[in-house]
């Protein structure tokens, strides 16, 4: 890649020798470095994860899509981590809420852009995607499931995988040892049985658990975030290689609204037009759905989670930065939700993180007004917005949408 300064450079002189035109319009120095920084083509390779040792190891990455898509890894037989994460919906699942055994108070998040955040979930409770990759196999309202089940299907469907990977599994056949059917959390019928278990069985559980979270996470790491028409026509400014594209009169000024007037850039910036920060933005809460503290919740799970990058089940306990130097117990976390990746947002409604806006209208509407937070202090000020310009963001949000994948190429 040329150099950021040259690329700026050759930018800067195509647009002031164009001139501002409905198909290209004059961008400054500055706008253009803040453009270049919302560009994928700056999105590197995913971050290393040391707490996982088969991160990218293409033997674990293919033993989690299989357990990515298996059902039998819920109580009813129904769900599975694909059931709500959907492909051909940006990985997310078209609902306000979670559905899976049962109904959950959160929004589903895409997966694909997960990979570059340190925290995950809407309050950042698990600090890496094996850990995410959990919690909703326990939670009775998404899997239903417990780890001593999920120890028993992989023992049953994927021995030869996991033991190649990882080394034996425990042998479970003595079922006084071994329920069939224990985890420390969810129903009382499981935590009596997990309590019933010597602390090295329990240990033994734990880390066939660990790995479960650790094989779905290398997958995870495959999937990719994909371009769209703003990184086209982010191609044409830069003179890139590859497709490049147009936008029109409106998307144009909405951009330019995104990364000025209406400050969407503060947060949503990077090539994912994520911070992967928390912010408090004064979203409604729902009189249906039980009280939320977001982040201020959080964080502590995060730091109280035996499988954090710090706990036993970690394979790098001493490269953990993120939970060492985290903030605990600032008036911002109240009411603070991840601010999620724009990535084919307009292909994923309804908004917010428990589908309080069901239009990017309605989400556009919102910021422009900014009403004070429910609870702890918005972070966001009135913009007072116009008709025109409102619909301007709306119409860039859209450029945002990604390519569709790739058919596969006929054997």
Known sequence: MKPFRIIIGAALATSLALGAT??????????LKTLHGLWIGELGPPPPDPSNRVADNAAAAALGGMLFSDKRLSANGQVSCASCHQPDRAFTDAL????????GNRRTMPIAPAVYSPWQFWDGRADSLWSQALGPVENPVEHGFTRL????RLAAQYRDAYESLFGPLPDMTDHGRFPLRAAPVGAADARAAWAGMTADDQVSVNRVYANFGKAIAAFERTLKVRPGRFDDYLARVFAAPG???RLSSDELAGLRLFIGKGQCATCHNGPLLSNNGFANTGVPARSDLPTDPGRAVGVRAALTDPFNCKGAYSDAPNRCDELEFVVVDSPAQVRAYKVPSLRGVAQRAPYMHAGQFSSLEQV????????AAPDGTSEIKPLDLTADERRQIVAFLRTLDERPAPSPKPR
Not at 22 to 31: E, K, L, M, V, Y
Not at 96 to 103: A, K, S
Not at 364 to 371: E, F, G, K, N, R
């Open 22 to 31: 409905a198909a290209q319009p004059t961008w400054s120095a500055a706008d």
């Open 96 to 103: 306000p809420t979670g559905h899976g055994v049962g109904v």
């Open 149 to 152: 089940e999920v120890a028993r």
């Open 243 to 245: 497709p490049q594209a």
């Open 364 to 371: 556009v509407d919102h910021y422009s007004h900014a009403p």
